[in-house]
């Protein structure tokens, strides 16, 4: 009788995809990431999670010094 394999398959935070194979960051955030070894990832959303967050937070700060600007006239 052979054993069954354990399959884990989670649920992707950024794209809300299952997937067997993903990576988490220090909060436990779970993100798709699909690699052959040498060779730029196919799908890596950890990446594009953490870029899309430091885009809105460069935007939000960019709005805040133009506002700024706008008040000392």
Excluded: W
Excluded at 6 to 12: N, P, Q, T
Excluded at 22 to 32: E, L
Excluded at 50 to 60: D, G, L, T
């Amino acid at each position: 009788m052979r054993k069954k394999k354990l399959v884990i398959a989670v649920k992707c935070n950024h794209c809300g995809t299952q997937t067997e194979t993903f990576v988490c960051d220090i909060k436990g955030n779970r993100f798709c990431r699909i690699q052959v070894v040498g060779k730029e990832p196919e799908k890596d959303c950890m990446t594009d999670y953490y870029r899309s967050k430091n885009n809105v937070q460069k935007k939000e700060k960019d709005k805040g010094l133009f506002s700024q600007k706008e008040i000392s006239f």
